[in-house]
């Protein structure tokens, strides 16, 4: 059984701290919003992953808001295990810009970063994230479009072997690819697939685009979460009945009250809490739900 959300008051909470919020888009995901920082747009996926941010963008504004994606996510003890997440945004335009789009480690994309056809590889660079004293290296692969046959309608394929040279990543765009992993358990969960694409800049630019990457983790302050309505969806569709909800929700670092059993409503208080579920239980389990 599909989970029923009842979240215009909370789309209400979000727009008072300065968020645009969308959830149940047309576009068939479950969750759609646009933050302005990337820490809005951590706390619109939720807690259980983070985001990392670029403090180094070549000097280039961002070109509008952060697109915020979730989908089906599902969640044990607040580390994201499945579903679909996404946020990104552009900085720049036309001749120069970077493109930054990133996705929770245990999802996969809620919208497919693009892959062009002239790409081929460049190299590979160890990247060092976190602050100083503690970083640690993860390596990320550079690519560049310099295979510009492929723009024929009848190209071949790139021959085997071929590789772009770092001039090529301004000349023809580039794209570098990387998993980021914080710098220790105490600022985890924060494995995240990051994708960056440039147009206009140099390799060295690229590169240290990602080495200037900083973890950025949400915060139970904004509802509903992108991992809210994921965790809806679990209690519901998978039938939990009320204990077992209620386990599940203060594993995962929320509360849960039951709002109504066999459609008929029990008293609640109306105060407003961005870390609780309200449930509705028929038969023993739980079949609606609500957040705030």
Same mark, same amino acid.
């Given at each position: 059984?599909?989970?029923?959300?009842?979240?215009?008051?909370?789309?209400? $909470?979000?727009?008072?701290?300065?968020?645009?919020?969308?959830?149940?888009? #047309?576009?068939?995901?479950?969750?759609?919003?646009?933050?302005?920082?990337?820490?809005?747009?951590?706390?619109?996926?939720?807690?259980?992953?983070?985001?990392?941010?670029?403090?180094? $963008?070549?000097?280039?504004?961002?070109?509008?808001?952060?697109?915020?994606?979730?989908?089906?996510?599902?969640?044990?003890?607040?580390?994201?295990?499945?579903?679909?997440?996404? #946020?990104?945004?552009?900085?720049?335009?036309?001749?120069?810009?970077?493109?930054? $789009?990133?996705?929770?480690?245990?999802?996969?994309?809620?919208?497919?970063?693009?892959?062009?056809?002239?790409?081929?590889?460049?190299?590979?660079?160890?990247?060092?994230?976190?602050?100083?004293?503690?970083?640690?290296?993860?390596?990320?692969?550079?690519?560049?479009?310099?295979?510009?046959?492929?723009?024929?309608?009848?190209?071949?394929?790139?021959?085997?072997?071929?590789?772009?040279?770092?001039?090529?990543?301004?000349?023809?765009?580039?794209?570098?690819?990387?998993?980021?992993?914080?710098?220790?358990?105490?600022?985890?969960?924060?494995?995240?697939?990051?994708?960056?694409?440039?147009?206009?800049?140099?390799?060295?630019?690229?590169?240290?685009?990602?080495?200037?990457?900083?973890?950025?983790?949400?915060?139970?302050?904004?509802?509903?979460? #992108?991992?809210?309505?994921?965790?809806?969806?679990?209690?519901?569709?998978?039938?939990?009945?009320? $204990?077992? #909800?209620?386990?599940?929700?203060?594993?995962?670092?929320?509360?849960?009250?039951?709002?109504?059993?066999?459609?008929?409503?029990?008293?609640?208080?109306?105060?407003?809490?961005?870390?609780?579920?309200?449930?509705?239980?028929?038969?023993?389990?739980?079949?609606?739900?609500?957040?705030?």
């Amino acid at each position: 059984m599909k989970v029923r959300t009842v979240v215009a008051a909370a789309a209400s $909470a979000a727009l008072a701290v300065g968020l645009t919020a969308a959830p149940a888009s #047309a576009s068939g995901t479950d969750f759609e919003a646009q933050a302005s920082s990337w820490s809005q747009a951590a706390s619109f996926l939720g807690t259980a992953g983070s985001l990392w941010r670029p403090a180094y $963008a070549a000097g280039l504004p961002k070109a509008g808001l952060i697109d915020v994606l979730g989908d089906g996510i599902t969640v044990a003890d607040d580390v994201a295990t499945g579903g679909s997440t996404f #946020a990104g945004v552009t900085y720049g335009s036309g001749g120069e810009s970077l493109s930054v $789009a990133e996705r929770w480690a245990g999802t996969s994309w809620a919208a497919e970063p693009p892959t062009d056809i002239r790409r081929a590889l460049v190299g590979r660079e160890t990247i060092m994230l976190g602050d100083p004293g503690t970083q640690i290296p993860v390596t990320a692969t550079i690519y560049a479009n310099c295979y510009t046959e492929a723009l024929s309608g009848d190209a071949p394929p790139p021959p085997k072997g071929l590789r772009c040279t770092p001039a090529d990543v301004k000349t023809y765009g580039g794209t570098l690819v990387m998993t980021a992993t914080p710098p220790s358990t105490m600022t985890a969960p924060g494995t995240t697939r990051i994708q960056m694409d440039s147009t206009g800049l140099s390799y060295k630019q690229l590169v240290r685009a990602a080495n200037s990457l900083t973890q950025v983790m949400g915060s139970p302050v904004v509802t509903p979460t #992108a991992q809210m309505v994921g965790m809806c969806e679990q209690m519901a569709d998978g039938g939990m009945a009320e $204990a077992q #909800a209620a386990a599940f929700a203060e594993s995962n670092g929320y509360s849960l009250r039951v709002g109504s059993v066999d459609g008929q409503p029990r008293p609640v208080t109306m105060d407003y809490r961005p870390d609780r579920f309200t449930v509705s239980l028929m038969n023993g389990v739980v079949v609606g739900c609500m957040y705030g």
